[in-house]
Nanobody, 121 residues
Framework: QVQLVESGGGLVQAGGSLRLSCAAS????????MGWYRQAPGKQRELVAG???????NYADSVKGRFTISRDNAKNTVYLQMNSLKPEDTAVYYC???????????????WGQGTQVTVSS
C-alpha cells in the first residue's frame, strides 16, 4: 500500500509565499517522476510542476519564475516552494508520483488527497 501525504497549504495574501510538501510512504521500490497539479473550481486539473528522479524539472508557464519544485529522494518527498502568489493560484494542489512498488510490477501513478491553497487579494 502506498500513501502520498501533502502538507503546507493554507490562506495567504497576494505576494506571499507557501511551501508544500508531499511524502510518499508504504511499499515503494523506486519513484520515477513526481509532480504537483492543481484544480481550481470549475476548471480541469493542470500540471503545475514536475521533477524526474534525476532532478530535471518542468513548469507551467503561469508559475515559471515564481514556483520551485524539488525532491529529497532519500525521504521520498517532493516540495513546491511558491513565491509571489496571486489570487489565480487559488486551487486544491495535488501531489502525484509515478512509482514502482516492487521490481516485478510496472510503474503506476499515485495521488495525494490534495491540499487547499487560497490566495487573497
Amino acid at each position: 500500500q502506498v500513501q502520498l501525504v501533502e502538507s503546507g497549504g493554507g490562506l495567504v495574501q497576494a505576494g506571499g509565499s507557501l511551501r508544500l510538501s508531499c511524502a510518499a510512504s508504504g511499499t515503494i521500490f523506486s519513484i520515477n517522476a513526481m509532480g504537483w497539479y492543481r484544480q481550481a473550481p470549475g476548471k480541469q486539473r493542470e500540471l503545475v510542476a514536475g521533477v524526474t528522479s534525476g532532478g530535471s524539472t518542468n513548469y507551467a508557464d503561469s508559475v515559471k519564475g515564481r514556483f520551485t519544485i524539488s525532491r529529497d529522494n532519500a525521504k521520498n518527498t517532493v516540495y513546491l516552494q511558491m513565491n509571489s502568489l496571486k489570487p489565480e493560484d487559488t486551487a486544491v494542489y495535488y501531489c502525484n508520483a509515478y512509482l514502482r512498488t516492487v521490481v516485478t510490477q510496472p510503474t503506476s501513478s499515485y495521488w495525494g488527497q490534495g491540499t487547499q491553497v487560497t490566495v487573497s487579494s
